[in-house]
């Protein structure tokens, strides 16, 4: 995308400076001419105005939605993670707070390990999907929304920690 108009801006550039450099040292532009090249020049800050706009947006995107590039064994090698009052391990799928131990699905586990790894980020939908399901559809999004509910079920206990999800962006854990 950023490409594609980087391309525009330089053609349109290029058509400026070629226009300038047929012309003589001292020249005077006929109206018509002054007038081709105004207009190239406002197509040309039009193209860098959109450019920096796509730009900011990128930027912005990066922001909320850190570059998760983490794969499920590297979430996994944490063996033990810390939740407000409870512990998750990761070998056991144990989640304790105080004495008392809930024996975690695989599947739970694993989209908690997520939350821990991203805490108090905001993660999109689409990257829990795809690293631990290995597939963004509608039967595992669903699948999704039954483990988020149970995950948000066994720590209710501690008022400090909560999934909160944020319409049309993702989730975020915080603790």
Not at 29 to 37: A, D, G, R
Not at 55 to 80: C, G, M, Q
Not at 104 to 113: F, G, P, R
Not at 119 to 130: F, I, M, W
Request: include cysteine; charge should be positive; hydrophobic fraction near 40%.
């Amino acid at each position: 995308m950023a490409e594609k108009l980087f391309k525009e801006v330089k053609q349109s550039l290029g058509k400026v400076i070629k226009k300038l450099e047929n012309s003589p040292e001292n020249f005077e532009l006929s109206k018509e001419s002054f007038l081709e090249l105004d207009l190239m020049l406002i197509d040309i800050r039009n193209l860098m105005k959109s450019f920096q706009y796509r730009i900011n947006r990128l930027k912005k995107h990066e922001l909320f939605f850190p570059n998760i590039n983490a794969d499920l064994k590297s979430i996994l090698e944490v063996k033990e993670y810390q939740i407000g009052s409870y512990k998750l391990n990761t070998t056991t799928r144990m989640l304790t707070r105080f004495d008392k131990s809930i024996k975690l699905t695989k599947k739970e586990m694993q989209l908690l390990a997520f939350f821990c790894k991203y805490n108090n980020v905001l993660v999109k939908r689409s990257d829990c999907l795809t690293l631990i399901w290995s597939e963004n559809s509608y039967g595992t999004a669903r699948s999704m929304d039954v483990y988020l509910c149970r995950l948000r079920k066994y720590l209710k206990d501690d008022a400090s920690i909560y999934i909160i999800n944020i319409h049309g962006s993702g989730y975020r854990m915080i603790s």
